[in-house]
């Protein structure tokens, strides 16, 4: 599957899933996830250059919200 990442976040979700590559480790289901937390970062925070625990709690916060409504 391939994601695009737009986020101030990118090169470092690219390089962290590479490495994951090279050691041997599947993609997924963390990339489906990172890509779902970089659309948040770049949509809702675009202006964010750091990683915070308070933007990554709002992520999941958001994330669990959505993914309950359709379960």
């Known amino acids: ?3 695009d990442y737009v986020s101030c976040f990118a090169e470092y979700i690219k390089g962290m899933l590479d490495a994951r ?3 041997g480790y599947a993609r997924e289901p963390h990339a489906a996830t990172l890509l779902s937390f970089d ?7 675009p202006d964010c250059v750091e990683l915070t625990e308070h933007l990554v709690q709002c992520f999941f916060d958001n994330h669990i919200l959505f993914s309950s409504i359709f379960l």
């Open 1 to 3: 599957m391939n994601h």
């Open 21 to 23: 590559d090279a050691l």
């Open 39 to 45: 659309k948040y970062c770049s949509m809702q925070h």
